[in-house]
């Protein structure tokens, strides 16, 4: 590198990463406002925080979310713990040498004799009999098939014996890691149902647009465990509806869907009948839609292809192929609604991008938000505790996009948060300071926020800097404010004064909030 070059990289300036982005005040006063209304509104309904990991084994979100589904396939961050150069299929790498260290470990008591362990190292031995033979008589294909399923047995090895780490992935969404927890904490031993609820940070290498991050974030609840009665999902779905209202969110749309279950007469054969009325139209399709045919073809009904859309209308729908059971639990949860008071439309497209969800799906819009209008998603997934090697257990729950949820906010005029200090301290004197310091202390024990200057400024200068930081009043404290005993407030807004002692400020404070509110 040139001399030039490298002053040029050490002046490097750094910026957020694409798709990730600094929330700055007085924008993050709006995020505490919606998250303190959900600690109050979920706790009104029973849920309990859940705080996780941002981490997990890449494996879980694999088998709950989807190997096919876009997040798992081509939008998790994923890495692997630990330092070495093994990656699990990348056979060749796994040479016989390790392969008999494995079984040596094996051996020596180092890796577990558990069942599972002692089959695998049988099979690698006997592979390793195997192979150098097999190279010589069979052909290409068949002894690279033989060669990777070898690898997988051996990283396995590896792993247990800490010579290579797991694969783990930033979580792309919680509902997995809660069941997890559910599962390792027992929790089918507690009261059923469990309600929990979560915040914080998910990552999806998706493209960033308005609305789309890679790193955003969700609050998120979800019932596990207990009956699958609709007045579940209608009270959970209610309780979504109350925090958006709570926090005023204007103009949400409800959207509600049954998927019904993965069984032979009900998705199942839906899923038959779409493929093939999909196979009739394959040639007009894209091709995202085209592959989708066979990889996940509920998924074409999610398209936005402005040219896929007449097409869709002419598909099967789900509701003409729920079984009887899936058709009276889905018109309980729509009468339950009604009941509530909560206004939805159904949409049969709605099939949510997770592969989890049975019977109830649904989905909320916001204005304000461009394409990238679902300011919240969930649904119904019996099954899913099941199949993380977990009891037979009940799960519903959602996931709002707070970051979408604040960017309507804020467009519909709902986003103001008062950002400016309460109290402005303007100074000037060394016996003045002290009194500064001594009623800041008691102003913020009151909660009022305060600015204090370090430094003595002359009044001008400090009324203006007290505008700037947008105050509601000005505390002077001059020589005489602290011989007489009487301390100037200036209310900012109007320019008014009053002289008041130490003992009434708080109680003029308290007043002129009572009038402004
Ligand atoms: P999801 O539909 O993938 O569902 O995400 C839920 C919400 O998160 C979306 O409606 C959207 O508001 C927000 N979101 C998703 N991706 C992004 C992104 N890249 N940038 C900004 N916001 C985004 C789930 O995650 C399920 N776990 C929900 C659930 C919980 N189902 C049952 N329980």
Known sequence: MSDATAKKEERRKFQAIRGTRDLLPPETALWNHVEQTAHQVFSTFGFGEIRQPIFEPTELFA???????????????????????????????????????????????EIPNTPGNATAVDRIEQTLKEITIAQERLSPET????????????????????????????????TASVCRAYIEHNMQQLPQPVKLYYLGPMFRRERPQKGRYRQFYQIGAEILGGTDAPGIDAEVIEMLMTFFDKVSLQGATLYINSIGHNADNCRRGYVEKLKAALEQVKDKLGPDSQRRI??????????????????????????????????????EVKRQLEVRGVLYQENWRLVRGLDYYMRTTFEITAPGLGSQNAVCGGGRYDGLVELLAGPPTKGIGFAIGEDRLIL???????????????IYIAWMGEKAYATAIRAAKDLRKAGYSVELPPLEQKFGKALGQADKLGAKFALILGENEVS?????????????????????????????EKVSS
């Open 63 to 109: 088998r709950a979310v989807g190997g096919e589904t876009d997040i798992v396939s081509k939008e998790m961050y994923t890495f692997k713990e630990g330092t070495s150069d093994f990656a699990p299929n990348q056979g060749r790498n796994l040479s016989p040498e390790v392969a008999r260290q494995m079984v040596s470990s094996f051996k020596n008591g």
């Open 143 to 174: 002894f690279d098939s033989m060669v990777e399923g070898y690898n997988v047995l051996l990283y396995r090895l590896a792993y247990l014996t800490g010579q290579v780490g797991e694969w783990v992935s930033l979580r792309p969404e919680a």
């Open 294 to 331: 066979d990889t996940n073809p509920l998924r074409v009904l999610d398209s936005k292809l402005e040219s896929e859309q007449a097409i869709i209308a002419t598909l099967p729908r789900i509701a003409d192929h729920l079984c009887d059971e899936c058709k009276t639990h889905y018109a």
């Open 408 to 422: 309507s906010l804020q467009e519909s005029g709902k986003g103001q948060a008062h950002q400016g200090r309460d």
């Open 484 to 512: 007489e005993g009487l301390w100037t407030l200036k209310t900012l807004s109007d320019g008014t004064q009053q002289k008041l002692t130490e003992s009434d400020l708080l109680e003029f404070l308290r007043q002129q």
